[in-house]
């Protein structure tokens, strides 16, 4: 998204100059793209704090530091997937360190942080499962069910660190495993995920996702 809105605007700064320099007096149209690109700058400038922001918390989540996030932009809706997120494998252990997340789920989470950190909203419930989702592949795990579980379980601090209170954080989690898990594929649910399960990364603390 911010590398379109870059383009946008620096297309628009770059005419608004071709007219100063001819000695164009149309000051209206050179203000207009003036305008313009302010507007893609500031776009740019909130994607790419965003991401940075989805990158340290991808970053701490994968125990990777140099983890990265890209929110991707409306070309990525052209392509026949359902996929909100991904993580590239090059299919011999080797794994991307870029989180790549379709530009709606980082604008639910966006909008869940502004709506004050709720569980209403099932998509952006699901987009910040999404980010954690991500963040366990970028970590080297590739089986999908396996993430999802681990991801789950990963739900709570990743709402915590984007912003949510641990009484929010929690009732994400829960709403996730209660409202979303059981509707996921089966490719995505995995049987020893549940509490104290063998994917049950605190086992036995009562704790459950």
């Not at 946008?8 to 770059?14: E, H, I, K």
């Not at 601090?157 to 996921?184: I, K, S």
Request: aromatic share 10%.
């Amino acid at each position: 998204m911010f590398v379109m809105s870059a383009i946008f605007g620096g297309f628009a700064l770059v005419l608004a100059g071709h007219w100063l320099l001819k000695g164009s007096r149309h000051s209206l149209s050179i203000g207009f793209c003036v305008l313009i690109a302010s507007v893609f700058g500031g776009l740019t400038w909130r994607e790419m704090r965003l991401e940075a922001e989805l990158a340290e918390v991808v970053a701490i989540v994968s125990g990777v530091p140099a983890a990265e996030v890209e929110c991707q932009g409306f070309l990525r809706e052209f392509r026949l997937d359902n996929n909100l997120g991904e993580v590239a494998f090059d299919g011999r252990g080797g794994v991307s360190r870029t989180a790549q997340l379709r530009g709606s789920v980082c604008d639910r989470i966006r909008d869940w942080r502004g709506a004050g950190f709720g569980v209403d909203d099932w998509d952006q419930v699901v987009a910040v499962h999404v980010l954690s989702h991500e963040a366990i592949h970028v970590s080297g795990v590739t089986s999908e069910a396996r993430t999802e579980c681990l991801a789950m379980q990963s739900n709570a601090t990743v709402a915590e660190l984007l912003g949510a209170t641990p009484q929010q954080a929690v009732a994400l989690a829960e709403t996730y495993w209660e409202d979303v898990f059981p509707r996921m594929p089966g490719s995505y649910r995995a049987s020893d995920c549940y509490e104290d399960g063998e994917l049950d990364q605190t086992s036995g603390d009562g704790i459950w996702p």
